[in-house]
């Protein structure tokens, strides 16, 4: 199965940008990356995915390395309503589809 | 449009009984994937149907089952429940087509809160 890491944790002040790291480096070329976000008593949300490109939308923008081994959400102003569980994965047909732990984002005011 | 809907929203059995949740897909969407969450795994997939068909299975024990119907709502059933079986599960839908999974964003139901005791 391909696999991510993340880190448990991180913390960000309101209003600055948070940069989300996630490395899969056993991803394959048909992998698409997505990353979700859930709220505290929420099913998880859809943020943005992405398989070789950078991609933008109106939550967030997700940077992918040249060799997509990692990727990066990125949010450009963080606020409170942004503190949640994020989570990357990798969407192909055949894999087992486990989200992990993922990050906890900690927005503080 | 309606989100997915998830039935019942709680749930409470005992250990070896078994149990039935009940998935709706939102309208125009043919894949279904189910999840269970816990705090020590995180969230982990079942499997998903597209058509009618199971197309992808994750690493759970034969006691997990599901099927769709001809609507592409979905069913998932425990047989033989155990205590670790308590958890949240969570059924998403998606545009896919027959091509392919993970093109598509996928979008969750509020999940079923399962407790065995």
New interface residues.
């Given amino acids: 199965d391909a696999k991510t890491t993340q880190p448990n944790s991180m913390e960000s002040n309101e209003e600055e940008p948070v940069h989300l790291p996630c490395n899969h480096s056993t991803i394959s070329g ?3 990356i ?1 990353w ?1 976000r ?1 709220l505290p008593s ?5 943020v943005i ?1 992405g398989l070789t490109s950078n991609v933008n939308n109106r939550m967030a923008s997700l940077a992918i390395a040249e060799d997509r081994k990692s990727s990066t959400l990125i949010l450009h102003r963080a606020t409170l309503r942004d503190a949640a569980v994020y ?1 990357c994965i ?13 990050t906890s984002l900690l927005v503080t005011p | 449009k309606a989100g ?1 809907t998830q039935t019942p929203r709680y749930l409470i059995k005992t250990r070896g009984q078994q149990v039935t949740l009940s998935c709706s897909p939102i309208s125009g969407h043919r894949s279904v ?1 189910w ?1 269970q969450q816990t705090p020590g795994q ?4 079942l499997f998903e149907y597209f058509s009618e068909t199971q ?5 759970f024990p034969g006691r997990f089952s599901g099927r769709q119907f001809s609507n592409s709502r979905s069913e998932m059933n425990v047989s033989t429940l155990e205590l670790g079986d308590s958890a949240l599960y ?1 059924c ?1 839908s998606s545009l896919e087509t027959s091509g ?4 598509n ?7 079923t809160r399962l407790t065995v005791l």
Avoid at chain 1, 42 to 46: K, M, R
Avoid at chain 2, 100 to 103: D, H, I, K, L, R
Avoid at chain 2, 105 to 111: A, I, K, R, T
């Fill in positions: 048909t992998d698409y997505h979700y859930q929420q099913g998880p949300e859809y995915h989570y990798l969407l192909n047909s055949g894999y087992a589809l486990n989200f992990g732990k993922g | 997915v994937s999840y995180g969230l982990q997939f197309r992808n299975k994750g690493n969570l998403a392919g999974f993970g093109y964003e996928q979008f969750f139901g509020p999940g």
